[in-house]
């Protein structure tokens, strides 16, 4: 399997949560405003509007997973049939460090994002972003089903300690890790990108 960080599982994460609550537009990188736009610390910058992680060349995209991924109206295949129940959330900015990641155990169930925090360090941006995140996730032992962004996404999940990797499965292929922490009710996600780290905040239902 080619691994490509840029599709990976939760690197859709930093695309989804690039959506201005008005109107769904993206924020440019010029306009005045306490954060730029989401890029994956580790991908190379984004080659598309600023504020929305554009797609990597086709030169870079594995033939197999772009096919996989394509479908008869050149939209994206249907990976899970779960319906996105979560609100939209504000990002808000927080000079601070992130807290620790603590690890622990995934329960089994559906989560959707309650709290999403940008942690930009001391003396960083403070305040609303303007950006907003909506996310429901299921997890069922080490399969992994999403829906954000109006996209559907399956992937399967290992834990180490407080890291956790996921392996895309649908609609492309992929790996990430990112650091978490999990509770019997509640589920952390550490997302590190230009911008600081956003913590995602998901409660089981």
């Given at each position: ?5 840029r599709?990976?599982?939760l690197a859709?994460?930093?695309v989804?949560s ?18 730029d736009?989401?890029?994956e ?7 598309g ?15 197999d997973?772009?096919?996989?991924a394509?479908?008869?109206?050149g939209?994206?295949?249907?990976c899970?049939?779960?319906?996105n129940v979560?609100?939209d959330?504000?990002?808000v ?9 603590d ?8 989560y959707?994002v309650r709290?999403a ?5 001391v003396?960083?941006?403070?305040g609303?972003?303007g ?7 299921k997890?069922?032992g080490?399969?992994v ?5 109006g996209?559907?996404r399956?992937?399967?999940?290992v ?21 978490f ?5 509640t ?8 911008a600081?780290?956003r ?7």
């Amino acid at each position: 399997m080619v691994i490509h960080r840029r599709f990976a599982f939760l690197a859709g994460l930093l695309v989804a949560s690039s959506l201005v609550a008005c109107g769904g537009s993206a924020v440019p990188d010029g306009r005045p405003g306490p954060v730029d736009a989401p890029v994956e610390a580790s991908a190379p910058p984004s080659a598309g509007d600023a504020g929305v992680a554009a797609p990597l060349p086709d030169a870079a995209v594995d033939v197999d997973a772009a096919g996989d991924a394509a479908t008869a109206d050149g939209g994206r295949p249907q990976c899970n049939a779960l319906a996105n129940v979560a609100e939209d959330v504000s990002i808000v900015a927080s000079p601070t460090a992130p807290p620790p990641a603590d690890g622990g155990v995934i329960a089994d169930g559906v989560y959707v994002v309650r709290v999403a925090t940008l942690h930009t360090g001391v003396g960083g941006a403070a305040g609303d972003t303007g950006k907003t995140v909506k996310m429901t996730v299921k997890v069922s032992g080490a399969q992994v089903e999403s829906v954000f962004d109006g996209v559907t996404r399956s992937a399967t999940i290992v834990v180490d300690g407080a890291t956790l990797r996921t392996t895309s499965t649908c609609p492309s292929q992929g790996t990430d890790d990112v650091a978490f922490s999990a509770t019997p009710t509640t589920l952390s996600l550490y997302l590190v990108d230009n911008a600081g780290t956003r913590v995602y905040s998901l409660e089981k239902l």
